[in-house]
Antibody, heavy 122, light 107 residues
Framework: QVQLVQSGAEVKKPGASVKVSCKAS????????IYWVRQAPGQGLEWMGV????????IYAQGFQGRVTMTRDTSTTTVYMELTSLRSEDTAVYYC???????????????WGQGTLVTVSS | DIQMTQSPSSLSASLGDTVTFTCRAS??????LAWYQQKPGKLPKLLIY???TLQSGVPSRFSGSGSGTEFTLTISSLQPEDVATYYC?????????FGPGTKVDIK
């Protein structure tokens, strides 16, 4: 069965960086794009960007440009999202989610990781 | 960037009611529109994609319609388990913006 398993909760100080992992299993890793979405406490969903696991294509939301990097390791079928220069407003649950359609990034997403809470506090 | 709005922001309805809410895009997105349900403390769940295609395993009381700039999600015969926040999302191009959500509860 398809699974996306994310790394555990993190507590970071302002200005620090965080790297969240998302290990995929149960499907052909290279066939589906992985997206990152975050949700601040009590707030809605915010799209951060997308990575093509079979290549080096990444697209980031403008609000995260220069602070976010998405990478992947095909040998371990793991995708990573690193966010730098953290501020208190970055406190949120970060989700990875899989593109529904194969080899097409213009798609909704079907499976979600369990979420990783990142708390930014001094 | 294309902006997504949803209305109403919340609604309260009785069990068995048919409820409809709207998602609007500031520019046309053809049918590149998905609906997600998020129950309190749970992960988002895909309900509808391509504006009107029901995701596998989703009850048939959920339906979507629309194209271009205006879309609707309808729940026929509201059930207790439908208490949730519903988000629309565009995916015609980056950014894949979500709407702010419609919160549904039982009257």
């Amino acid at each position: 069965q398809v699974q996306l398993v994310q790394s555990g909760a993190e507590v970071k100080k302002p200005g620090a960086s965080v790297k969240v992992s998302c290990k995929a299993s149960g499907y052909t890793f290279n066939d589906h794009y992985i997206y990152w979405v975050r949700q601040a406490p009590g707030q809605g969903l915010e799209w951060m960007g997308v990575i093509n696991p079979s290549g080096v294509t990444t697209i980031y939301a403008q609000g995260f440009q220069g602070r976010v990097t998405m990478t992947r390791d095909t040998s371990t079928t793991t995708v990573y999202m690193e966010l730098t220069s953290l501020r208190s407003e970055d406190t949120a649950v970060y989700y990875c989610t899989r593109g529904l359609n194969r080899n097409n990034w213009y798609t909704a997403t079907d499976f979600w990781g369990q979420g990783t809470l990142v708390t930014v506090s001094s | 960037d294309i902006q997504m709005t949803q209305s109403p922001s919340s609604l309260s309805a009785s069990l068995g009611d048919t409820v409809t809410f709207t998602c609007r895009a500031s520019q046309g997105i053809t049918d590149y529109l998905a609906w997600y349900q998020q129950k309190p403390g749970k992960l988002p769940k895909l309900l509808i994609y391509a504006a009107s295609t029901l995701q596998s395993g989703v009850p048939s009381r959920f339906s979507g319609s629309g194209s271009g700039t205006e879309f609707t999600l309808t729940i026929s015969s509201l059930q207790p388990e439908d208490v949730a926040t519903y988000y629309c999302q565009k995916y015609d191009g980056a950014p894949f913006t979500f709407g702010p959500g419609t919160k549904v509860d039982i009257k």
